[in-house]
Structure formats: structure tokens, C-alpha cells
């Protein structure tokens, strides 16, 4: 059972355009998100969160949004750079349950010169 | 945040034999989390190693396969017992530094079990 989804394996976009990666997630007793980025050969790298009680958070380039009642949120890049070709990773977090993440199955992101 | 090193960093061993993984970490911390990655699939939390007790194992996880230890709050290994090719993988650790439900990954170490 795959409680949070990443339906895109693979994104392309040109440099200097917007991002956009999503993920779905199925239990409702998530309240915290969190988005990972992974280069190969190294361990993900994190990027950005968001609560709950928040419908938005932006950090720079990045910014995530959540819509709790569609269970969705998404990674926006704006904009995007070559260096930001990565395989991304959006978690779920259940407050109260010691950390554990639940992570999705990622989505290959490359931007094109 | 946290620096996170892990020992080896990939290691190709023979079906019925034992790996152990290293993870150390620069600071002090209480959490600790051992992860799979199987090829082409997410990262699935293998256990919480928490110093001083007995690891939690997720289902479908069982200590004799995978025996953690937890000797202080900067160290931990993940042992892979008995090996098949399934356990292929990238192994992972990771840490909570008690900053927030950041958790901080180590660089992995790439399991091939011919």
C-alpha cells in the first residue's frame, strides 16, 4: 500500500522555466510534508516542509504548496537551473510517531539548457 | 543540520554471507534511522535506533536479518545477515537532530548480493 505517490517518474523542463512536481498522498492522519532532493551516489538531500496548518511555504526559489482536502501537494522551482537536476522525493510525517517518514517514489527532474 | 558518514560505501557480497554497515554521525543525537532502497523504488525505513534500547523494526523487518546496535548517541551499525540477491540495495542512514521532522541522510552504501 502505497500511502504517498509520486505519479511522474520523469520531468523535463528548460532552464529558466517553472518546476512543478507533484504528489499525492492517502492518509489523512499525515500533518507534516517534507521534500527531498537526491543527486546519484549520495543520500537525499532536504529542501523544503510544510505543516499542516499551512497551505504554503516558500524558501527561495522553492516553494510548497498543500491542499489538504485533494491530499496533494506540490514543489514548485522558480526558476529552475541545471543544478537542480535531481531525482526529488516528497515524505509524510504523522506527528507523535517519532520522525518516521514515508516517502514517495520519486520523480527524476532535468533541466534543459 | 548533521554530517553523516557511512562505511562502506558500496560492497559486493556473495548469497549466504553478512555485511556490516557503519554510520557515524558529528554530533550527538537520540534518533537514528536505517533505510532500503531497492532499485527503482522509494527509501522504505527499516528501523529507529534509538541509544540505550532496542531498535524498533517496521513490519516486514525482523532483527535476526537485520540486527541493529546503538552503542552511544554518534554511532550505530545495520547488519545485513544471511544474504540473498534481494537485498540488493542502497542502505541508508539517517538522523533526527531534534530540530524539527528534518531528518538528515548519510550518503548510502550500495549493497550488490551476487
Known amino acids: 500500500d502505497q500511502q504517498v505517490k509520486q505519479n511522474s517518474p520523469s520531468l523535463s523542463v528548460q532552464e529558466g522555466r517553472i518546476s512543478i512536481l507533484n504528489c499525492d498522498y492517502t492518509?489523512?492522519?499525515?500533518?507534516?510534508f517534507l521534500w527531498y532532493k537526491k543527486y546519484p551516489a549520495e543520500g537525499p538531500t532536504f529542501l523544503i516542509s510544510i505543516s499542516s496548518i499551512k497551505d504554503k511555504n516558500e524558501d527561495g526559489r522553492f516553494t510548497v504548496f498543500l491542499n489538504k482536502s485533494a491530499k496533494h501537494l506540490s514543489l514548485h522551482i522558480v526558476p529552475s537551473q541545471p543544478g537542480d537536476s535531481a531525482v526529488y522525493f516528497c515524505?509524510?510525517?504523522?506527528?507523535?510517531?517519532?520522525?518516521?517518514?514515508?516517502f514517495g517514489t520519486g520523480t527524476r527532474l532535468q533541466v534543459t539548457l | 543540520s548533521a554530517v553523516i558518514s557511512q562505511k562502506p560505501s558500496r560492497d559486493i557480497c556473495q548469497r549466504g554471507t553478512s555485511l556490516t554497515i557503519q554510520c557515524q554521525v558529528d554530533s550527538q543525537v537520540t534518533m537514528m534511522f536505517w533505510y532500503r532502497q531497492q532499485p527503482g523504488q522509494s527509501l522504505t525505513l527499516i528501523a529507529t535506533a534509538n541509544q540505550g534500547s532496542e531498535a524498533t523494526y517496521e513490519s516486514g523487518f525482523v532483527i535476526d536479518k537485520f540486527p541493529i546496535s546503538r552503542p552511544n548517541l554518534t554511532f550505530s551499525t545495520l547488519t545485513v545477515s544471511n544474504m540473498s540477491p534481494e537485498d540488493s540495495s542502497i542502505y541508508l542512514c539517517?538522523?533526527?537532530?531534534?530540530?524539527?521532522?528534518?531528518?538528515?541522510f548519510g550518503p548510502g552504501t550500495r549493497l550488490t548480493v551476487t
Open positions: 515524505a509524510a510525517s504523522v506527528t507523535g510517531t517519532a520522525s518516521k517518514l514515508t
Open positions: 492518509n489523512s492522519m499525515f500533518d507534516y
Open positions: 539517517s538522523v533526527d537532530p531534534g530540530q524539527g521532522y528534518e531528518q538528515y
